[in-house]
């Protein structure tokens, strides 16, 4: 998360370099606390048919929480460690089913809704650095105050989470205080190497410059999908994620461009093999052979356009031949939207969001659902196939420095890719506490 927050910081312009870089000093420990709570109601809909996977058609409300604390050690030069003990509960809308750009992105796919404590984050941070030209890094969760030269090399080794690194966004990139929904929190087709709680055990790496960074990470991936064990035949199952960042302005004003490229090897389920061997209620994970792979890219892009304006898009594609093995049942999707802040209504620290998200599916995934199969989030028994539309707005309201309450609502088209089902109207409350 450190390295998200120092990008964010630079481009949407919240932190100037208010103290010459020779007298800041290097903070060498910290301590930061976050806790969100998400209530969300869903009204009945209307659908012609619900299978094992659906959303379902009745009304109802859940609630999730998550409850993180991060605490970070500066041990010798460009040395830092992090630690963050971690606690959710609570439940998404139908168990976490039935949507693949599900409108909750605090929500994990566990099964069960009673509180959990476990290790988030476990990770050790190492920077080289050189040149003159540094940035000053405030102190953040999983962020130690400072300074940091523009151009540097770090590697991270133990458990953390890929988005803390890859596919960064100013607008639309954390559920806790930006757009809930999964999709527009990273690239919907990017399957990113994961946990069943979005942690991730591995190596990576950055090489900056004052206006670009490169970043690698070989990381392990788990032994079923959506799984919780790690498999330790690294050799066969392995993940490597290649990010470019460019970083530049237009008209003064700051704006990136990032793509990012993916490639996961392991033994998830081939969806025409599933079909070959039953073509009625085909059965993807009775398949699981080491030799197989996902690969895909996202394409990821920010800009500001006024003081209090900023728009962001992105595209992402995947093969789609092999079952989606941990975030998502998205093989093609493209998000564009845009924040705005109070000013002109005397709310300077609010926000209005506003985003419009399209996903997809490959031909062997979605002839893999129309003949009955399932993934691990969707599937409906049968499939009248259409790409998945979500339509997604906020509002923060800056109760205080510490608290934000958000309002919200998403609109659900053609939920899992079915046209016989929905449309779906989401409700939300969101509140985030962060000290």
């Avoid at 050189?130 to 890094?137: E, F, L, T």
């Avoid at 999908?225 to 970083?247: C, H, M, P, V, Y």
């Avoid at 998403?410 to 779906?424: E, L, M, S």
Wanted: hydrophobic content about 35%.
């Amino acid at each position: 998360m450190n390295k998200l927050l120092l990008i964010t910081t630079a481009l949407i312009g919240t932190c100037g370099v208010a103290q010459a870089q020779d007298t800041v000093k290097q903070q060498r420990f910290n301590l930061h606390f976050q806790q969100t709570i998400i209530t969300q109601n869903k009204p009945s809909f209307s659908a012609k048919y619900s299978g094992d996977n659906s959303l379902q058609t009745v009304g109802e409300t859940q609630t999730s929480l998550t409850t993180s604390f991060y605490g970070g050690a500066r041990l010798w030069k460009g040395a830092q460690v992090y630690f963050n003990p971690e606690m959710s509960g609570g439940a998404g809308l139908s168990k976490t089913l039935g949507v693949a750009g599900f409108p909750n992105g605090e929500t994990f796919r566990v099964g069960g809704d009673a509180p959990k404590i476990y290790i988030a984050r476990l990770f050790y941070t190492q920077n080289f650095e050189w040149g003159k030209d540094k940035d000053v890094v405030d102190d953040e969760a999983n962020q130690l105050a400072g300074t940091l030269s523009k151009r540097h090399f770090s590697f991270t080794i133990g458990k953390f989470g890929m988005a803390d690194y890859f596919d960064a966004n100013g607008y639309s990139h954390d559920p806790r205080t930006q757009f809930m929904n999964w999709s527009l929190m990273s690239n919907g087709a990017w399957d990113y190497p994961a946990n069943t709680r979005g942690y991730v055990m591995g190596l990576y790496t950055e090489f900056a410059q004052p206006s670009w960074s490169l970043r690698f990470a070989f990381t392990m991936v788990t032994t079923e999908a959506n799984g919780a064990t790690w498999d330790a035949k690294i050799g066969k199952a392995n993940s490597q994620t290649l990010e470019f960042e460019k970083r530049y302005s237009v008209n003064g004003l700051p704006g990136a461009f990032r793509i990012l490229g993916f490639n996961n090897n392991g033994k998830m389920g081939s969806y025409a093999d599933a079909l070959k061997r039953n073509p009625v209620n085909p059965e993807v994970d009775t398949l699981l052979t080491y030799g197989h792979r996902k690969f895909g890219f996202g394409i990821n892009a920010e800009q500001q356009l006024t003081s209090d304006l900023g728009a962001f898009a992105k595209l992402s594609y995947n093969d789609g031949k092999t079952q989606t093995w941990f975030f998502t049942e998205i093989d093609r999707s493209f998000s564009l939207g845009a924040v705005l802040k109070g000013t002109s209504w005397k709310r300077a620290d609010d926000e209005l969001g506003l985003a419009f998200v399209a996903n997809g599916i490959s031909k062997p995934h979605r002839d893999y659902l129309a003949a009955g199969g399932y993934g691990f989030i969707i599937g409906d028994g049968k499939l009248n196939y259409s790409s998945e539309l979500v339509a997604e707005m906020y509002y923060k309201i800056h109760a205080s420095k510490a608290i934000a309450l958000s309002p919200g609502y998403q609109f659900i088209a053609n939920p899992a890719y079915n046209k016989d089902r929905g449309p779906v109207n989401v409700f939300s409350v969101r509140m985030h506490v962060e000290f």
